[in-house]
């Protein structure tokens, strides 16, 4: 069974730091993500990673603040989030694909969905 579990959401002033954890299990991927969704707003590519070559995309919003990274031991992908702002506030996703596709940054690319983890963002 596959399962992806979100960790490290939270509170955090303006400016500051959160690093998100995507632990995964129950098999390979061919790249992992992260998505988030405001309340009103339609699910928004953030950032992803090709788990063989290591290959990053981000999406333009948080390019240059933000970092996806993944340890292969854990079967864990980490998104750094530095310099933080209001419009970060979101629920962040962690997704999974398992074949090789073009176009990462869609989400009806991605086969499984964690649960999803809160980040606010106070100014």
């Known amino acids: 069974q596959v399962q992806l579990v979100e960790s490290g959401g939270g509170l955090v002033q303006v400016g500051g730091s959160l690093r998100l954890s995507c632990a995964a299990s129950?098999?390979?991927?061919?790249?992992m993500g992260w998505f988030r969704q405001a309340p009103g707003k339609d699910r928004e590519f953030v950032a992803a990673?090709?788990?063989?070559?290591?290959?990053?995309y981000y999406g333009d919003s948080v390019k240059g603040r933000f970092t996806i990274s993944r340890d292969g031991a854990k079967n864990t992908v980490y998104l750094q989030m530095n310099s933080l702002k209001p419009e970060d506030t979101a629920v962040y996703y962690c997704?999974?694909?398992?074949?090789?596709?073009?176009?990462?940054?869609?989400?009806?690319?991605?086969?499984?969905w964690g649960q999803g983890t809160q980040v606010t963002v106070s100014s």
């Open positions: 997704a999974a694909v398992t074949g090789v596709i073009a176009d990462i940054q869609l989400e009806k690319r991605y086969d499984y």
């Open positions: 129950g098999r390979t991927f061919y790249a």
């Open positions: 990673i090709s788990w063989g070559g290591g290959s990053t």
